[in-house]
């Protein structure tokens, strides 16, 4: 290793342990974290000038006293000008988020449309329309997005960023990577562990649960100690084929009685009488390239619900206990400490929570002392798009060097 | 920190990082540990001269030139001194085994009695005097056990020891450390996580399973990169209680269909027409201190299929299905790299390992390119006290220290 070599490698090291603290801290003046990390006062105050320079880091306009020597303005994660883009591919909507380094949403898009009627070509260039327009919306704002997650409802190798098998969109080895072409580096993740990631990122703050991401198909994410546990080939979560009944109704995984078929969207929107084709609202939309109006779907659902039909209460009461059964294989299987239930059951919570809870409590109460909470996310169908942009976010802490080198 | 202490903290550390080469290689020199471990060989040859006085390690016999400097003696991990015993109660057996630091065998011994049939105080006596009988064995044999870990089924409270809840054998908040007095260290732990760690360290060699231990209860280990996956409250595992069928049979545990009611022990016997109290002959025996002869349960019901007996081969079908159920769904949960089937299941695997894999294959062969493998454990129902001493192994490599200033 030549010196020039070394000097660099040391010189990423510091900065990504000057920034990961400041990331940590929220807002910290240089010579605390001169004292936090062991290095010299100049050295951080060098580090953190080359930060404030590629717009990573800015200073608060708050001085604090300091313990020894001259008071010093502290400094945070700069909103103002890094971002990230988390995209979306589902059954019926495209999704588009880009949220700043300060882990701020700032632009949110969604396409309500049936990606089962169109060629994976086609998704790919309505996704890649939709998110290369926001992108020059974030550019409008001060924004410049560095990198991207897309995620699909899946199963996805990683490396190649290729989707292996996406049943509801009857997609099988479709590569996404090359097709999808955006001016900053992008990788593909599943749809389910992404949501997870999202309610670990920007939820309700716990490190320990199982989250449930509601769908037309139903996925998983376990985090354990504040990290998404993938499984042997990357492909554990598929909560949505877990068997509820072995001599169930056929499921497009080639299974049988799948968890999907009783509590996935499209059943119960079926089971309720409504289309289930109606294309949904999707991810919460604030701009006027998207229809404002919710889908026909979810929306119609909570519109029965509320005025207490009985066709859509006993859906929800029959996808609440499917759900049941299936967490209680769960809870059985891996212990998570709480639940959390997103996508389309964060709306549909005031109606399936219970029966869900009231399934594991009548069937794991006996074993267990502490039957899991059963929890509403608060990020509901954002979670997928937030948890791909926040990977970005997580990235770009850890080894800021390369957006500063270039 | 007083010199003194630091002393011998340096010590533990270098006594814990020369015995765990020293396990790891199988038998290596102290110029190789020198070199290995950055320590001068007058500290390696001061710390292995105190590992053999303590019966840790031993010299092989076999001398190798060294790469620098004279010929040097093999070392290894001693089997003549230190032992360790792995202890079970099991619903229809008691079971002891004791294994020496160099993890071989030593000594198995296991009773077979209905332990439904008597109070906890009962069994953990009847434990104590086979335990204590083994112990003299031992010493006869010139092994000092130092510790010990009991495997039980059910959920356990690792720091009290105390069996939360084990449904098969009707326990309930059961303390078993102060109650069973051995003259060394105790812990307990839950069966079939001890079980999967019995095939980590004395099984296949793989790194990456989930392990199922057949017994009158059904659970299983999920072992992840060489290391146990407990959940967050430490009951991960209880694939006995997935639900195969949601309106299936009761089962003990509360719940309903769970694959213990069409896959235990009892379920299997008794779909074959065999009376499904019998004690089994539990792990293999080779003392005089218990019957030699298989117990009625298992061994009758491997005699009626090898004359194809056609309720029995039906027994193994109908169980095989349900096995193959509910680990479709773990695979769909968790992806572990391959399945080891133990315990009961590992006399019956000619008959339940096809039934198994194919319906796996059926149900996960259109989602996943590669369904996890079905295999054979080779330690049946032995695994369970083999992991519960290979605990107390693993710790003495990892902290020897005690075991010399004692």
């Not at 877990?242 to 969207?265: D, I, K, M, N, T």
């Not at 109006?293 to 499917?322: H, K, M, N, Q, V």
Request: proline share 6%; glycine share 14%.
């Amino acid at each position: 290793m030549t010196q020039a070599v070394r000097h660099d490698a040391m010189r990423a090291r510091n900065l990504a342990l000057v920034l990961g603290e400041v990331s940590a801290r929220g807002s910290v003046t240089r010579a605390a974290l001169a004292e936090i990390t062991g290095l010299a006062k100049t050295t951080v105050s060098k580090l953190i000038a080359d930060l404030i320079e590629a717009g990573l880091v800015v200073e608060t306009g708050i001085v604090r006293a300091g313990e020894r020597g001259r008071p010093g303005m502290e400094v945070q994660v700069s909103g103002l000008s890094v971002a990230a883009i988390g995209l979306e591919i589902n059954v019926n909507y495209l999704a588009v988020h880009i949220v700043d380094l300060s882990r701020s949403i700032r632009l949110r898009r969604a396409q309500p449309v049936d990606n089962r009627l169109a060629s994976p070509g086609d998704v790919i260039a309505n996704l890649q329309h939709l998110a290369l327009s926001t992108v020059d919306e974030a550019v409008d704002i001060g924004l410049r997005v560095v990198g991207g997650v897309l995620a699909v409802p899946g199963t996805v190798d990683l490396v190649t960023g290729t989707v292996r098998r996406a049943p509801n969109l009857g997609w099988r080895d479709v590569p996404l990577l090359s097709p999808l072409r955006m001016p900053f580096p992008m990788r593909v993740d599943n749809e389910a562990n992404l949501a997870a990631l999202g309610e670990l990122w920007f939820g309700a703050g716990h490190r320990d649960f199982l989250h449930v991401s509601g769908e037309i198909g139903v996925g998983a994410g376990l985090v354990v100690r504040g990290e998404l546990f993938r499984g042997f080939r990357g492909f554990a979560g598929e909560l949505g084929h877990v068997v509820v009944s072995p001599g169930g109704p056929p499921c497009h995984c080639g299974g049988q009685g799948c968890l999907e078929r009783y509590a996935g969207q499209d059943a119960l929107l079926s089971a309720a009488g409504i289309a289930p084709s109606a294309p949904s609202s999707g991810p919460g939309q604030d701009a006027p390239s998207t229809p404002g109006r919710p889908g026909t779907g979810i929306a119609e659902l909570l519109r029965r619900l509320e005025a207490s039909d009985g066709d859509a209460l006993a859906a929800c009461e029959r996808a609440g206990w499917a759900l049941g059964i299936a967490l209680t294989s769960a809870v059985n299987l891996i212990d998570p400490e709480r639940i959390v239930l997103g996508g389309i059951y964060a709306p549909l919570f005031p109606w399936i929570g219970g029966v869900v809870t009231g399934t594991l409590t009548a069937r794991l109460g006996e074993m267990r002392e502490v039957v899991p909470s059963v929890e509403v996310s608060r990020l509901g169908t954002e979670a997928a798009p937030l948890g791909a942009a926040g990977q970005v976010i997580q990235q770009i802490i850890a080894d800021p060097a390369g957006l500063l080198n270039a």
